[in-house]
T-cell receptor
């Protein structure tokens, strides 16, 4: 079973601070995705990374895929209360298999 | 298209009863997935379909769970003889089939069905 470990599990920060959350595995993934989930709703896709070392930016969010395609990070600059939610990483060992999800990082941004 | 729809949003049932959930995927999506999510956990894979064919079931899925996708459109997930441990959010997602040169498409999730077994 391909496991994705996310850290930290919980994070509470003040508005305007920067933060980084991590997604790690001992296995290689062909691609990784990041999702954000709000209470009572399904996850919403933020980004897909497919190439080792790839960096993608989405406004204040920066996503990086590790060179060996075993890990990924999500960096948020100047966090806002609207960033509050559960951030999930998900990967597939090959393009054809269903996504495996990590347990998520629950972020709370306090105004 | 209004996205992935799940019905009902909430279901409370007594232990031992059967329940059925419905998922309507995005019409252009050939793949449909069922996941289960409990408090403090990420979504856990249950099963998935490509068109009408059920391609994989999780080894964690007991025989009390069955899913169908007749005609490759909507899908149903049935749980027989529910147990308190079945209480969870059941998420449905759909996607396109990975094409040549592209490793994976993102999933579009529904809002889920929250099941409470009392």
């Amino acid at each position: 079973t391909q496991l994705l470990e996310q850290s930290p599990q919980f994070l509470s920060i003040q508005e305007g601070e920067n933060l980084t959350v991590y997604c790690n595995s001992s296995s290689v993934f062909s691609s990784l995705q990041w999702y954000r989930q709000e209470p009572g709703e399904g996850p919403v896709l933020l980004v897909t990374v497919v190439t080792g070392g790839e960096v993608k930016k989405l406004k204040r969010l920066t996503f990086q895929f590790g060179d060996a395609r075993k890990d990924s990070s999500l960096h948020i600059t100047a966090a806002q209360p609207g960033d509050t939610g559960l951030y999930l990483c998900a990967g597939t060992p090959s393009g054809n298999t269903p996504l495996v999800f990590g347990k998520g990082t629950r972020l709370s941004v306090i105004a | 298209d209004t996205g992935v729809s799940q019905d009902p949003r909430h279901k409370i049932t007594k232990r031992g009863q059967n329940v059925t959930f419905r998922c309507d995927p995005i019409s252009e999506h050939n793949r449909l997935y069922w996941y289960r999510q409990t408090l403090g956990q990420g979504p856990e894979f249950l099963t998935y379909f490509q068109n009408e064919a059920q391609l994989e079931k999780s080894r964690l899925l007991s025989d009390r769970f069955s899913a169908e996708r007749p005609k490759g459109s909507f899908s149903t997930l049935e749980i027989q003889r529910t147990e308190q441990g079945d209480s969870a959010m059941y998420l449905c997602a759909s996607s396109l089939i990975p094409g040549q040169g592209r490793q994976v498409y993102g999933y579009t999730f529904g809002s889920g069905t929250r099941l409470t077994v009392v």
